[in-house]
């Protein structure tokens, strides 16, 4: 399918891609880019730039090395090469690789820090499916009250 078709593949299809990893649902927050708000993806968020709010993945949270993200955030499975601001809440696994800077409260199964990497916080490891789940689509409203 060409970049710009006007026909869209099937839900299906979408699906099998993100799994795939080729790219598509990804969304990236570029260098030299700031958001001041929430963030919200049913697949994969890079954040190269800076965000100042709360961000959702419906998969996963990349923070690249020199990325800020200023606000909690909610993902399947967080890697972080950057800073983060705020507390992760992890379903299944967060990534601290060296030279990241976590300021803020880690929830998560299953962690691993590089040498070099810092967490001024609280790590709760804990089964998945609890209150700090990442929310569905349906609750990424306005009436979330985040």
């Keep these: 399918m060409a970049i710009f078709s006007s026909g869209r593949p099937s839900q299906g299809a979408r699906t099998d891609a993100v799994r795939r990893g080729d790219g598509a649902g990804l969304t990236i927050i570029a260098v030299g880019t700031t958001i001041v708000g929430d963030v919200a993806s049913d697949a994969v968020v890079k954040v190269e730039g800076e965000i100042q709010g709360t961000v959702r993945a419906g998969h996963q949270l990349l923070v ?4 800020v993200v200023r606000g909690d955030v909610y993902a399947a499975e967080v890697v972080a090469g950057g800073e983060v601001h705020g507390s992760i809440h992890a379903d299944e696994r967060v990534e601290i690789q060296t030279g990241a800077v976590i300021h803020g409260d880690i929830r998560t199964q299953r962690i691993q820090i ?4 810092r967490v001024n916080g609280q790590i709760s490891m804990e089964p998945t499916g609890g209150a700090d789940s990442v929310p569905r689509r349906a609750e990424l409203g306005e009436s979330s009250g985040v």
């Design 114 to 117: 590089a040498e070099g990497g």
């Design 64 to 67: 690249s090395p020199g990325a």
